[in-house]
C-alpha cells in the first residue's frame, strides 16, 4: 500500500482531519520518507527522538532501523494511532506531552538507564509554526544528541543553514552555527503532503559540535548583541546597537568598531560570529 493511500484509510478509520491549530500536514511521499531516513542515518545502535509523529508514516520505518523510537506527540487523537499501530513493538514509546514544556534531559537520564545504545539523533517534521523554538530548546538544553534531522519550512530552513556573515544570515542562523554544523538533505515539494501546506517545506540535518564554533566570555552577552543587531537589521549596526543601548552612544561603539576592524556602514548579517564574540569579550573587559 502506497503512503497517500495509508494516509487516507487512516484518516478514515479513525475519523479525523489534520488539525491546522497544531500545524499538521501529513507526509505521503514514500520517496521522500526514504531519503529522511536515509540522511539521518540511523543504525541499530541508535536511540531515535521523534518529535511530532502524527500517524506514523515516518515512526513505522524509524522503528525498523532503531534500537529504539521514543515518540514525543501532543495531540490525543495521534496518541491513539500510534498505541493502536505500534503498542506491539518492543523497541517504541510514547510520551503524551508538549516537547517544549517536558524535560529531555529526565527523558534521555531514565532511558541510558534502560537502554544500552550508541548515539541520540533526534527526527522529525516538526509545526512550522514553532520551530524555533523546539530547535532552540534541543541545542541550548547541550542535551547528549548527535544529530537534528528535521524537515521544516523552506524559507526557514535557509536561514537557519547560512553561513554567519552572509546576506541571508538572521540572528538565528549565529545560535545554530554556534552549536552544530548544518546543511540540507532535500528540498520537499508542498505536493507530497494532505491536506498541502502553502510553503514548500525543506529537510536539514545539525550535527552537533563537541565544541561551540566560537570562545567567549559569556555567550549569554555575545548572543544579546547579536539579538539587538538584528532587531533594526534595515539600519546599520552601529545604529542598531546604539539604539538597543548595547552602547551607550556612537562614539563608544566606534571606538570598539575600530579595534575590530568593522566598517561604520557595516550591517548585522555581515559580521562574522568570531567578531561577534570578541565584541562582547571587549564589552565585558
Known sequence: MDKLEE???LLKKYKIRANKSLGQN???DGNVIEQIITGSDISKE???IEIGPGLG???NELIQRAK??????????MITILQDRFSKEENFEII???VLTCDLQQILKQEQEKTNYSSIKVVANLPYYITTP????????KLPLASITVMIQKEVAERLIAIPGTKNAGAITYSIYYYAKSGKILEVPNSCFIPEPEVTSEVIQLQIREKPAVKTKDPKVMFSIIKSAFMQRRKTLVNALVNTKVFINKEEAMKIFNQ????????AEEIPMETYAKMADLILS
Open 57 to 59: 508514516t515516518l515512526t
Open 26 to 28: 501529513f507526509l505521503i
Open 7 to 9: 494516509t487516507k484509510q
Open 46 to 48: 541508535d536511540l531515535v
Open 260 to 267: 575590530l576592524g568593522i566598517e561604520e556602514k557595516a550591517r
Open 134 to 141: 523546539i530547535m532552540m530548546k534541543l541545542l541550548e538544553e
Open 96 to 98: 503524551f506531552q508538549d
Open 68 to 77: 529504539k523510537v521514543i515518540a514525543i506527540e501532543l495531540d490525543p487523537k
